[in-house]
């Protein structure tokens, strides 16, 4: 069974830094792109930042390029995401997701699936 | 920049239909998905390139994409689909989420 767990979120002060981990297990971690997608209190998904298995492709949303940085460890099977400069508006619960629909690639295109249950970080003073 | 909508809410009786739309510019030409987001919970795929269902998933959802329009069907509608549900799709490399539809099971 595929397990995405994600650890690290909590609560930071404006302009501090925070790293998020998410451990993998039940498939071959370094065959696949990951991704972060986040979700705002009471608010809907926006795609955060993805990596394709040797990361060598990297992509951020607008809202993040700049401030966060994906990296993965693949001898570790684990995801993570760098998050520094944070503001008011990136609190948000961050899932960690596995790019479905093929090996190897681009971290790009196809689907995600599936989804571990989430990091909750809040930025506020 | 590419923007994918949805309606923000539709009800449905149980054992009806629900459709879901999500509009965006020629998204006929790209792929769809869609996933299901019960209160508490992660999102769950129910339907990626544009029609096809992930195993464990009912026959009752199927999908569409044609035009500038993507459509979720949820047929025979049941109490346990009463869920939030978002469409994605690609564009230049960076994924897009629909902003959502509440489905309610009246």
């Known amino acids: 069974e595929v397990q995405l767990v994600e650890s690290g979120g909590g609560l930071v002060q404006p302009g501090r830094s925070l790293r998020l981990s998410c451990a993998a297990s039940g498939f071959t971690f370094d065959d696949y792109a990951m991704h972060w997608v986040r979700q705002a209190p009471g608010k809907g998904l926006e795609w955060v930042s993805g990596?394709?298995?040797?990361?060598?492709?990297?992509g951020y949303a607008d809202s993040v390029k700049g401030r966060f940085t994906i990296s993965r460890d693949n001898a570790k099977n684990s995801l993570y995401l760098q998050m520094n400069s944070l503001r008011a508006d990136d609190t948000a619960l961050y899932y960690c997701?596995?790019?479905?629909?093929?090996?190897?690639?681009?971290?790009?295109?196809?689907?995600?699936?599936?989804w571990g249950q989430g990091t909750l970080v809040t930025v506020s003073s | 920049s590419y923007e994918l909508t949805q309606p923000p809410s539709v009800s449905v009786s149980p054992g009806q239909t629900a459709s879901i739309t999500c509009s965006g510019d020629?998204?006929?030409?790209?792929?769809v998905c869609w996933y299901q987001q019960k209160p508490g919970q992660s999102p769950v795929l129910v339907i990626y390139q544009d029609s096809k269902r992930p195993s464990g998933i009912p026959e009752r959802f199927s999908g569409s994409n044609s035009g500038n329009t993507a459509t979720l069907t949820i047929s025979g509608t049941q109490a346990m689909d009463e869920a939030d549900y978002y469409c994605?799709?690609?564009?230049?490399?960076?994924?897009?989420f629909g902003t959502g539809t509440k489905v309610t099971v009246l």
């Open positions: 997701t596995k790019r479905q629909g093929g090996r190897y690639g681009d971290y790009a295109d196809n689907w995600f699936d599936p």
């Open positions: 994605q799709a690609w564009d230049s490399s960076t994924a897009l």
């Open positions: 990596i394709s298995w040797n990361s060598g492709s990297i």
């Open positions: 020629k998204l006929g030409d790209k792929y």
